[in-house]
């Protein structure tokens, strides 16, 4: 049923090394598309990353900045080498990586409505991208390390000015098993008129 197929989707953070055939990849990727967007703009933009020579040079941009960040707030170094050291394996260990990108400039009209709009319609591509996934039997998760180093991100991957990260996706066959997860009662949160 397409319900238990939803509801069985999880965040996947350690991958095997198996590759993910290129069909797959833009099947994935062209069923994120037929996400909802205000407009019908389509403000999404996809930068895939497999390159062995481009990850690392991605991991290391974003640890660095996570390192300065987690220094100025005053982190143990320990907390920080284990957190870089973690994140760094993670995009090792990610066959696929998709850096979810926003283009500013795909909005009707320059407003704060519209731009919220604009980030909107950017997550529900990525929403339907880790469901598109999901029913390849791949799993991912969303990670948001790039909203803290988008110009850096955007330069070490050489982006077009307008496309900014919002995202990044990473994509593998499931090492893991996901822990169970709690979720809020239903009336906590929901008001019925
Ligand atoms: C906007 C957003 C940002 C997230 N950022 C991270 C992140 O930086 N690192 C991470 O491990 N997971 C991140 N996640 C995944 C959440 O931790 C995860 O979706 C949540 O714990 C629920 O688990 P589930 O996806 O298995 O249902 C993010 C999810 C969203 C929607």
Redesign the pocket.
């Known amino acids: 049923m397409l319900h238990d197929f939803l509801r069985s989707?999880?965040?996947?953070?350690r991958f095997k090394p198996d590759p993910i055939p290129e069909s797959v990849i833009e099947r994935v990727l062209t069923t994120a598309t037929y996400a909802p967007s205000a407009h019908n703009r389509q403000p999404w933009r996809f930068v895939v990353i497999k390159n062995p020579d481009v990850k690392p040079r991605l991991a290391k941009t974003l640890t660095n900045k996570m390192r300065l960040d987690m220094q100025a707030e005053g982190a143990a170094e320990s907390e920080i080498d284990k957190r870089v050291s973690n994140s760094l394996r993670r995009i090792d260990e990610a066959p696929l990586i998709i850096m979810l990108c926003r283009d500013v400039t795909d909005v009707r009209i320059n407003t704060p409505e519209e731009t919220v709009m604009n980030i909107q319609s950017t997550?529900l591509a990525?929403l339907q991208l880790l469901l598109a996934a999901h029913a390849e039997g791949l799993g991912g998760?969303?990670?948001?390390?790039p909203l803290y180093a988008a110009k850096e991100a955007q330069s070490v991957l050489n982006l077009p000015e307008t496309w900014e990260p919002q995202?990044m996706i990473i994509i593998g066959y499931s090492n893991e098993q996901?822990k169970q997860?709690e979720l809020k009662p239903l009336n906590t949160i929901s008001i019925y008129l």
Not at 9 to 13: A, D
Not at 141 to 145: D, K, T
Request: some cysteine; proline content about 7%; charged content about 25%.
């Open positions: 989707r999880r965040s996947v953070r997550a990525g998760n969303w990670i948001c390390w995202a996901p997860k």
